[in-house]
């Protein structure tokens, strides 16, 4: 009996007016990359400039493929030799922010000694699919060019996957995000279509599946991701997609339907629940409020439909255009994309939001002012603790959004550099608490660690509010401060959210406390107790913030491309002064106004 592939096996030629770029991107040379493209994280801290020269190596490759399938021109099958051979002889597939060269006190890789991270998984995962779908057509061309592929990944990345367990991403220390899934699901990719004989190929694929359900079972119960809806996608998601690849290649395991897994079902109607409207969404730690690149919203179709999450379905279809635009650099969701006759020819409703989402295991509530539209006020709020993945130090931070517009802000963060996973981390200014919408507590900001957390947190939801209260005490290193209490509170039938701090000391400290506000778009008013903000993007009404305690306002600019392209040329943080009695209060009242004109 065959074997089971990968689950599409033909590229059908209908595909290529849905992908415009296959075409014209024959003529676009592959880039080069040379070792001084590598040397320059090390000496500069700059990650992009090698990982997109990589990026540009995947989306050729992958049109080319298509073309080649689809018409079997000559110059295509050659631009798809020409694509594999440059990965072939590429001395890492590995990105230079996670060789581990560093630890032998070098710079350059050790091809000897391949390093298994993110970006070497992906190549596997690319290199699988072209083979699968045009491999025949590359041989033809160019004899041996198939044993190539599999002498490579099986160097790269089937031999260090078995033979090693020192991996980081493993999560054998209990530490389990999403690499995991990410690396194990295109190892699993790379197995099913390269590896032989049968029994390396079941050796492999029981690994990745064992490395699938360590993270699926870690995975809380409510499906929430702590590292938030950005990276939902390479994680729970790439979760899902191994274990639908698994039941296409008959190969569960005995662990049964990943869909009677009730962490993995509740998982698929996280990315709508964090939808606030248009292209913005719900952003804590590293995530963006406004993705900066096409996601998989095939996927979540396909996941929706796969455990009749109806909201999950509609979200995704109202992302979708009438080209083949998501995930053009990672070919297997590409394929899987076009040969989803379903996803194209569903009709697209609109997202439907809910009226609230509770996630307890990360604490965080979004409610917005009315179900299924994103018209309105909503709130996000969280409570958790500054020991997340890709944390930033926000404990008891809130997001207010007008219309499905962010205005009072999540900031996100600047582009990746050497400082972003190191030490340096919490010098970046976006990563601290004095740029969160939280206190600065007796001149306190909150430290990074899992011990700085909200504690005694309850969450009440009803027809007419939706609230959130915690005690932000733990966040803070202030042994005087007896507690903090703040209450969060989304009024559906005042059409008004409020923020209220109640503090007390058991000594009155040395310096005052000031509350926080990050805040996007412009400042049309401002006096000492009120403010009127236009959101970004403009509209016919704007946010009024009231104050109890005299603000004041500073300008940022912004000058990094992944925050402008979000917030424009800056953002203004609004300080407000708290004094430093022993016991006190204080509150911020948020409404919608009607924008004279």
């Known amino acids: 009996?065959?074997?089971?592939?990968?689950?599409?096996?033909?590229?059908?030629?209908?595909?290529?007016?849905?992908?415009?770029?296959?075409?014209r991107d024959l003529s676009s040379p592959c880039p080069a990359i040379t070792a001084e493209d590598w040397l320059d994280y090390h000496r500069t801290g700059n990650r992009t400039r090698y990982e997109d020269l990589a990026a540009e190596r995947h989306r050729l490759l992958s049109a080319a493929v298509l073309a080649a399938?689809?018409?079997?021109?000559?110059?295509?099958?050659?631009?798809?030799?020409?694509?594999?051979?440059?990965?072939?002889?590429?001395?890492?597939?590995?990105?230079?922010?996670?060789?581990?060269?560093?630890?032998?006190?070098?710079?350059?890789?050790?091809?000897?000694?391949?390093?298994?991270?993110?970006?070497?998984?992906?190549?596997?995962?690319?290199?699988?699919?072209?083979?699968?779908l045009v491999g025949h057509l590359a041989e033809e061309a160019s004899p041996g060019i198939r044993t190539r592929i599999r002498a490579e990944v099986e160097h790269r990345i089937f031999r260090p996957f078995l033979e090693r367990?020192?991996?980081?991403?493993?999560?054998?220390?209990?530490?389990?995000?999403?690499?995991?899934?990410?690396?194990?699901?295109?190892?699993?990719?790379?197995?099913?279509?390269?590896?032989?004989?049968?029994?390396?190929?079941?050796?492999?694929?029981?690994?990745?599946?064992?490395?699938?359900?360590?993270?699926?079972?870690?995975?809380?119960?409510?499906?929430?991701?702590?590292?938030?809806?950005?990276?939902?996608?390479?994680?729970?998601?790439?979760?899902?997609?191994a274990f639908e690849l698994?039941?296409?290649?008959?190969?569960?395991?005995?662990?049964?339907?990943?869909?009677?897994?009730?962490?993995?079902?509740?998982?698929?109607?996280?990315?709508?629940?964090?939808?606030?409207?248009?292209?913005?969404?719900?952003?804590?730690?590293?995530?963006?409020?406004?993705?900066?690149?096409?996601?998989?919203?095939?996927?979540?179709?396909?996941?929706?439909?796969?455990?009749?999450?109806?909201?999950a379905q509609a979200l995704a279809l109202s992302r979708r255009t009438g080209a083949a635009t998501s995930e053009i650099r990672r070919l297997g969701r590409l394929v899987l994309e076009l040969a989803d006759e379903e996803w194209w020819a569903a009709p697209a409703t609109g997202p439907e939001p809910p009226r609230e989402a509770w996630y307890p295991s990360v604490q965080l509530l979004v409610a917005r002012e009315r179900a299924g539209n994103s018209a309105g006020l909503a709130l996000a709020a969280k409570g958790g603790h500054n020991g997340e993945h890709h944390n930033h130090n926000d404990v008891g931070s809130f997001i207010v959004a007008l219309d499905g517009v962010p205005v009072v802000v999540d900031l996100g963060r600047p582009t990746y550099t050497a400082a972003t996973f190191s030490s340096e981390r919490y010098s970046i200014w976006t990563m601290q608490s004095l740029w969160h919408n939280v206190p600065v507590v007796g001149g306190l900001q909150q430290p990074p660690g899992a011990q700085f957390a909200a504690r005694d947190v309850a969450v009440e939801l009803s027809d007419?509010?939706?609230?959130?209260?915690?005690?932000?005490?733990?966040?803070?290193?202030?042994?005087?401060?007896?507690?903090?209490?703040?209450?969060?509170?989304?009024?559906?039938?005042?059409?008004?959210?409020?923020?209220?701090?109640?503090?007390?000391?058991s000594t009155a400290p040395a310096r005052p406390s000031t509350g926080t506000l990050v805040v996007a778009g412009t400042i049309a008013e401002a006096s000492d107790t009120q403010l009127v903000i236009r959101p970004l993007g403009g509209g016919p009404r704007n946010l009024r913030v009231r104050a109890d305690r005299p603000m004041t306002v500073e300008q940022r600019p912004l000058d990094d491309w992944m925050l402008t392209r979000v917030w424009g040329s800056c953002v203004n943080r609004i300080s407000i002064d708290l004094g430093n009695d022993i016991v006190d209060q204080s509150s911020l009242r948020f409404e919608a106004m009607e924008e004279d004109r």
Not at 2 to 22: D, F, I, K, M, Y
Not at 98 to 110: F, I, Y
Request: glycine content about 10%.
């Open 246 to 311: 698994l039941g296409a290649v008959g190969d569960d395991g005995g662990d049964g339907d990943w869909r009677e897994h009730p962490a993995l079902r509740a998982t698929v109607g996280f990315p709508a629940d964090m939808h606030l409207g248009g292209d913005w969404w719900v952003n804590v730690a590293d995530g963006s409020a406004r993705p900066e690149t096409d996601l998989a919203w095939p996927a979540l179709f396909r996941l929706g439909r796969a455990v009749g999450d109806a909201r």
């Open 1 to 23: 009996m065959a074997r089971a592939g990968l689950p599409v096996s033909a590229v059908q030629p209908e595909w290529l007016a849905l992908l415009p770029e296959a075409g």
């Open 165 to 241: 367990d020192d991996w980081h991403w493993l999560g054998l220390d209990g530490d389990v995000h999403n690499w995991l899934p990410w690396i194990a699901g295109n190892v699993l990719t790379a197995a099913v279509a390269l590896a032989d004989p049968p029994e390396r190929r079941a050796e492999l694929v029981a690994a990745a599946r064992t490395c699938l359900l360590r993270y699926a079972d870690r995975l809380p119960a409510d499906g929430a991701i702590d590292e938030g809806y950005g990276y939902w996608w390479n994680g729970a998601c790439r979760t899902l997609e």
């Open 464 to 505: 007419a509010a939706a609230a959130l209260e915690l005690d932000l005490r733990e966040a803070y290193p202030a042994a005087d401060l007896l507690r903090w209490r703040r209450r969060l509170v989304l009024d559906r039938d005042g059409a008004a959210i409020t923020c209220t701090d109640d503090w007390g000391w």
């Open 69 to 132: 399938g689809a018409t079997a021109d000559p110059v295509a099958v050659g631009r798809v030799v020409e694509g594999v051979l440059a990965f072939c002889e590429q001395p890492s597939w590995c990105w230079p922010a996670h060789d581990d060269a560093h630890l032998r006190g070098e710079q350059l890789p050790d091809p000897e000694r391949p390093f298994l991270d993110l970006g070497a998984g992906e190549v596997a995962a690319q290199l699988a699919w072209a083979d699968h």
